[in-house]
T-cell receptor, first 111, second 112 residues
Framework: NAGVTQTPKFQVLKTGQSMTLQCAQDMNHEYMSWYRQDPGMGLRLIHYSVGAGITDQGEVPNGYNVSRSTTEDFPLRLLSAAPSQTSVYFC??????????FGQGTRLTVV | AQRVTQPEKLLSVFKGAPVELKCNYSYSGSPELFWYVQYSRQRLQLLLRHISRESIKGFTADLNKGETSFHLKKPFAQEEDSAMYYCALSVVGYSSASKIIFGSGTRLSIRP
């Protein structure tokens, strides 16, 4: 049972580069979300989705795009990476009756 | 607006001492609250949720709607409790599905 799978685990980008963080879940959860974890700031919601074709902004959406073409996948795109986006990113999924299940995280460094 | 507040960034207690991690929330609806824990180099995982009213690893948390609090407690801390703890609020959205909002987290350090 894979649960929530995130790739890559680590990534170094140069300022201005773009990339996509992948997230996939195999639990048929309708809810998926992306958080960034920064020291002293906790987990801040970037974007979330309540089902295929539906996405919404969280607390810190600027500089990130998402799409939800299938129930299983919820990729996060960094359009033009900035040093302020250096962080650990977590993907999570949940259903209406379960708690959130998290991926292992992606440690991103922008230089 | 929905908000979760954890006032302590770091809590350090001796082994065997009682532990209380504070969590306050702001939400006009009926809240569903959770505590998540992140051990070193591991992913976040659920510790407990208020609707189950159970004790996990000796931890309990009671929802106090009057004080809008959901503090996490353990009577006798153990060294393996050292971790990052997050309080979270599940907010029912327009489609009846929820988004989950986290507090800023409290790092619990248990001294031997």
């Amino acid at each position: 049972n894979a649960g929530v799978t995130q790739t890559p685990k680590f990534q170094v980008l140069k300022t201005g580069q773009s990339m996509t963080l992948q997230c996939a879940q195999d639990m048929n959860h309708e809810y998926m979300s992306w958080y960034r974890q920064d020291p002293g700031m906790g987990l801040r919601l970037i974007h979330y989705s309540v089902g295929a074709g539906i996405t919404d902004q969280g607390e810190v959406p600027n500089g990130y795009n998402v799409s939800r073409s299938t129930t299983e996948d919820f990729p996060l795109r960094l359009l033009s990476a900035a040093p302020s986006q250096t962080s650990v990113y977590f993907c999570a999924s949940a259903s209406r009756v379960t708690e959130a299940f998290f991926g292992q995280g992606t440690r991103l460094t922008v230089v | 607006a929905q908000r979760v507040t954890q006032p302590e960034k770091l809590l350090s207690v001796f082994k065997g001492a009682p532990v209380e991690l504070k969590c306050n929330y702001s939400y006009s609806g009926s809240p569903e609250l959770f505590w998540y824990v992140q051990y070193s180099r591991q992913r976040l995982q659920l510790l407990l949720r208020h609707i189950s009213r159970e004790s996990i690893k000796g931890f309990t948390a009671d929802l106090n709607k009057g004080e809008t609090s959901f503090h996490l407690k353990k009577p006798f801390a153990q060294e393996e409790d050292s971790a990052m703890y997050y309080c979270a609020l599940s907010v029912v959205g327009y489609s009846s599905a929820s988004k989950i909002i986290f507090g800023s987290g409290t790092r619990l350090s248990i001294r031997p």
